[in-house]
């Protein structure tokens, strides 16, 4: 007897489920994005061909790259159109497959973008599996946030017992997995964050040594206080004053993972701060220290499955603890992404588009 795929189901009994609803960028921001640089557009559901599957997404990564894409300034990868889907990555659901190897109702990791679903020929997709224990860690501590923090603090930062290891930005998806993958290796970590609580979240759940807020009027004095041998590694996520407070406490042979600088990121001058390129080189210079910056996948996409091994390892033992800040509703993905730019915040952001049992 014919039965219905679930697919079929919905789109005879929910008229909203034959609509793809997409999030595309509207106009360019001038600086810090505001929400008429979104639009939020339906199209008709497409249909899957032969060689291809129909992915539903449940969770949307949102994350401070996005930012770059919005601006048509030159940078490593191309900016997203006016008028075309905002970039993304997204752990969906295999809706209907005509596709060996994906199978209905498997997770997928895959760039589908702000929207509700996406056809796919299976390139440059991960199969989760019909189970994965966490779907959305994909997305965070085991996906490119995880993999970032991973393989700047090892291959560039190399830390040794011992040593101090700073990293701003302390309880986002990046800087979180940095400070405990520094107290695994024996480091003492000093994070920044933005206030109080943040900062009581890095040292009593995450294990940090010590976490200061960087909006604090004394930051210079308090990190010096905090880093009494001075600084060895610093993984920068930041830039602006943060950097500031951090550069003369730099010491011979420093190593500085640059991995972002998302005070910058809106093009705010006072964020900039004042000019340091001058004593930067010198200091670099005559400590010897090691600046260099990476591109995630660019640079080590060849090591994500071993670090996807470890790192799964260390979260089943307990060793890194993990903190998403789900929002509900895709339409709301714009006003969630002008907050990660503010530090609003607390841990991975992500989009929960659809309710995992639904997909
Ligand atoms: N190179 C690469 O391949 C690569 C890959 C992934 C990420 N990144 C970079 O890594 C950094 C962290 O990314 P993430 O995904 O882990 O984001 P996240 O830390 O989860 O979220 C961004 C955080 O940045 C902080 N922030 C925002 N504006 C700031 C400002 N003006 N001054 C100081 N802090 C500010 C806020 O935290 P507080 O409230 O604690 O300040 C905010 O919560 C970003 O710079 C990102 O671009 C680079």
Redesign the pocket.
Known sequence: MYQPTKHEKRKASNMSGTINRRIVLASRPVAAPVAANFRLENETLPSPNEGQMLLRTVYLSL???MRGRMSDAPSYAPPVGTGQLMVGATVSRVEISNLAGFAVGDWVLSQNGWQDYALSDGRGVLNLGAHPAHPSYALGVLG??GF?AYMGLLDIGQPKPGETVVV????????SVVGQIARLKECRVVGI???TE?CRYAVEELGFDACLD?RAPKLKEELAAACPKGIDVYFE??G?V?FDAVFPLLNARARIPV?????TYNGDPA?ESKCRTSPLMTAVLKKRIRIQG???FEDYASHFADFRKQMTEWCEAGKIKYREDRVSGLENAPEAFMG????K?FG??VVQVAAEAEA
Do not use: R, S
């Not at 701003?168 to 800087?175: I, L, P």
């Open positions: 994350d401070p790259y490119m946030p970032t701003a930005a302390a309880t986002g998806g990046v800087g964050a933005g206030g943040k960087h996520n930041v602006g943060v991995c972002g600088l998302i005070a964020a990476f591109i995630i990660l730019l503010q530090g915040n991975k952001l």
